[in-house]
């Protein structure tokens, strides 16, 4: 079944990565890479796996909200050490970095753009 309208318009026109189906369909590899170049980051398979449980979680949640994400990858990376390793592998947070990395939209709360900042 057709997942966007994209693929309504023009079926078979949008290549999916298999080992990331829940990307969104613009999203590819090459731009996770840049986006952490950019950041000073090499991406590792621990980055990966984080990518692809943000698309898989926001491929299931129609709104996510920060809290209940959260909540998530803790659960999901607690064999390595929870949200404590995310933050220490994603430096600009594990949302709003890994969102950005993973080509999704960060749901509102998990950047605060007033912290540490001079207005």
Wanted: proline share 6%.
């Amino acid at each position: 079944m057709a997942q966007s309208m994209g693929e309504i318009m023009n079926p078979g026109s949008v290549v999916r990565d298999a080992e990331f189906p829940d990307a969104p369909d613009d999203w590819t590899r090459e731009q996770a890479v840049a986006a952490a170049r950019a950041d000073a980051v090499t991406l590792s398979d621990d980055h990966w796996d984080m990518i692809k449980a943000l698309q898989d979680y926001f491929a299931r949640h129609e709104k996510p909200n920060v809290r209940d994400l959260h909540d998530a990858l803790e659960e999901a990376f607690h064999g390595r050490g929870g949200l404590k390793y995310l933050y220490g592998i994603f430096p600009g947070g594990p949302v709003a970095q890994g969102c950005r990395f993973a080509g999704l939209q960060a749901p509102s709360g998990a950047v605060d753009k007033s912290f540490g900042s001079v207005q």
